[in-house]
């Protein structure tokens, strides 16, 4: 018996569909790993509106269900790329602008004191996903939180770049590791209780799901 190609095509599309890494609401899944940030004490400030934020990015209430900033990076394939305007400093990884170390951080970092002459200013990242919400479940416990977008995790930042022992996939450096920094007020959340503390607790395995009902 003889089927058109259109009919064969139909009848295969559900099943490849249904094959296709969904969650219970039809929101695709992402693998990921979570790293950690303290937004609100970001002196440079943050990639997006901040009028999207109370308490300078920690948390926010919607609904009664509380919400943490977050940021992607834009060489992220799996979440989407975006742009941002580097210098050709940054393009160079240029090491030099790694002058400060503080609050006990083992790397050389940035100045982000505005009225030093070594002020190194971030680049502006646009398309960054500003107020896009998704669902973060550790993959140890199945704790999940909601995370905002208020700002860019840029890959040739000094910033990461200046984070020379680290590993590309924990300073948003690798394309194909889906990576979301998220504020530390969160860690608790997907942890038993622990307080995050840099070098010390460890970043965490995660499944990312799109979440419409917050984004902006």
Known sequence: MYYSPIILALAVLPAFSS?????????RVLDGYATFNDYGAQKTGVNCNTELWQQSGKQKLVDNQRIFGAATSDVAKGLGTYKCDYSDSDMKSNLSVCTVQKDGNPFKLPSDDMN??????????????????????????????????????????????????????QRCGDPDTNQVDIDLAAYPALTDGQTYQSGKTPNLNIKITDNPSCSA
């Open 19 to 27: 094959a296709l890494p969904q969650s219970s609401q039809g929101g």
């Open 116 to 169: 030093s002459p070594d002020f190194y200013k971030p680049p502006f990242c646009s398309g960054a996903r500003c107020g896009t919400c998704y669902t973060i479940t550790n993959t140890d416990n199945q704790k999940k939180v909601t995370v905002q977008i208020l700002d860019a995790c840029p890959a040739q930042t000094a910033w990461n770049y200046c984070k020379t022992t680290i590993a590309a996939n």
